[in-house]
């Protein structure tokens, strides 16, 4: 049974405190249908769409919580992505208030793209859609956490990496894991240096899993290449960078037999260091795995 779930209801916080909005058995389906991170609100001078007429929207709203039946804390969500719809438009923006270029900026621009055929044009460049995640996340450990701020519970990573075909894994803190997603980007480069990507409202389908009894400390993402990255969220570059890396260490060190100095001289071969976003509260780093580089690797 593949489960429905419309953008009805969106949150911008991630909190045990919400009560789901649809509960499904552990292996589900679900196709979920999301708001851009404008909440559909952003609109260019002679927008195609015309004038944006309804109620006042928030920043990165996410559709959900989702309870996952028998995911309990100290578990694993799995979240298999196996399609990215994404609308007929995206909307971008920048100025001088925000952004990692925003000392460069010159005037505040607001752009409508028409997405068409798997393609997007901007100042004339033609570009491949690439449709990833943003926002995809669970109830954090403690309180609530808006959906802005990435952190050990997934949330605002913007990871360019969770497309359709990898599986994204999440630490699980409370019962039925509550799950919620949003602010597609039908294309965005590393590190989203502008403050935004192609923002749009789309339709993710994903398969959730529960893993019994055990959970990384970040999440973790696989690629449909083999590839395995550790996503970490941190106040500085440095600081995300640092704790990706210890992770990918710790999640090596529990699934090879390597000696640990062996690991980190492995690390600086076949492991990358990259850069996810540097615009959010908390800047995300990942640290990944090349595909193949450790045959019959897990997680």
């Known amino acids: ?28 389906t679900v196709s979920v249908k999301t708001k851009d991170c404008y909440e559909n609100t ?37 979240c298999e992505i196996l399609s990215i719809e994404v609308g007929e438009y995206a909307s971008m923006r920048i100025s001088g208030r925000g952004g990692f270029l925003r000392d460069r900026v010159t005037a505040p621009i607001v ?10 044009e901007l100042a004339g460049v033609r570009m491949p859609l690439d449709p990833m995640i943003g926002v995809i996340g669970v109830a954090p450990e403690t309180g609530a956490i808006d959906t802005e701020t990435p952190g050990a519970h997934g949330g605002n990573m913007d990871a360019r990496l969770i497309r359709a075909g990898s599986t994204l894994y999440l630490p699980v803190f409370h019962e039925g894991a509550l799950l919620a997603l949003g602010d597609v980007h039908a294309k965005m480069g590393d590190g989203e240096m502008c403050i935004c990507g192609l923002e749009c409202p789309a339709v993710v389908t994903l398969r959730v899993s529960v893993i019994r009894g055990r959970r990384e400390q970040w999440p973790v993402l696989r ?21 990706a890396a210890d992770a990918m260490l710790d999640f090596l060190q529990r699934r090879t037999q390597i000696d640990v100095n062996e690991l980190i001289l492995l690390m600086s071969l076949v492991c990358h260091l990259e850069v996810c976003q540097v615009v959010d509260p908390l800047i995300t780093a990942r640290v990944r795995l090349e595909g193949g ?5 897990a997680f």
């Open 1 to 28: 049974m593949n489960y429905m779930l419309s953008d009805d209801r969106c949150v911008h916080a991630l909190s045990a405190d919400e009560e789901p909005i649809l509960r499904v058995p552990d292996g589900a």
């Open 42 to 78: 952003l609109r260019a001078e002679n927008d195609p769409r015309g004038p944006y007429t309804g109620p006042a929207g928030g920043g990165n709203p996410a559709t959900g919580p989702i309870f996952v039946e028998g995911a309990m804390p100290g578990d694993t969500l799995a």
């Open 111 to 120: 752009r409508c793209i028409p997405l068409r055929d798997g393609f997007g």
């Open 223 to 243: 690629g449909p290449d083999g590839s395995f990255s550790v996503l970490a969220s941190g106040e500085t570059l440095e600081k995300a960078a640092r704790l």
């Open 293 to 297: 580089a450790m045959p019959g690797l």
